[in-house]
C-alpha cells in the first residue's frame, strides 16, 4: 500500500506502484510520564546527535505512554506506510526495555488491522 500522494505522483508520470515499499523510521520513548518521556528522549537526542532534541522527537518521535505510540503508527499505517522501524530514543541500557513495550505496540497495531 503506497500513500495517496506517492501513489497519484508515480500515476502523473506512467510509473508503475509495484516495486514501492512506503517506511518511516520513528524515534520512540515509551514512559507512562509523558513529561519524563519527552525529557529522556530529547536529552537523549541532543547528547548522542547533538541535534535539537525536541524539535527532532517533534517531528519524526513519539515519546510517552504505549496508547501515544500506537496512535502515531496508526496515523502512518493509515497514510499508507507498508514498513515502520520503531528506533529506542534511550542509551543501550534502557533498549531491552523499549522494545519489550514495542511489542505491545505492535500487537495493537496489528490487532485493528
Known amino acids: 500500500r503506497l500513500g495517496g500522494q506517492l501513489r497519484g505522483l508515480l500515476a502523473e508520470r506512467g ?3 509495484d ?3 512506503v517506511g ?3 524515534f520512540v520513548h515509551l514512559d507512562d ?3 519524563r518521556a519527552r525529557k529522556a ?3 537523549h537526542m541532543d547528547e548522542v546527535y547533538r541535534l535539537d532534541g ?3 522527537v517533534n517531528r519524526f518521535g513519539v515519546a510517552g505512554p504505549v ?4 496512535e502515531r503508527v ?3 499505517v493509515e497514510a499508507g506506510a507498508d514498513h515502520i522501524v520503531l528506533y529506542p530514543l534511550c542509551p543501550p541500557a534502557g533498549w531491552r526495555h523499549q522494545v519489550e513495550r514495542f511489542g505491545e505496540v505492535i500487537a495493537r497495531v496489528k490487532g485493528e488491522r
Not at 496508547?67 to 500506537?70: K, L
Open 15 to 17: 510509473r508503475s506502484v
Open 19 to 21: 516495486g514501492y515499499t
Open 24 to 26: 518511516t523510521f520513528l
Open 33 to 35: 510520564d509523558t513529561a
Open 41 to 43: 528522549a530529547a536529552h
Open 54 to 56: 525536541d524539535a527532532i
Open 67 to 70: 496508547d501515544a505510540c500506537v
Open 74 to 76: 496508526r496515523r502512518y
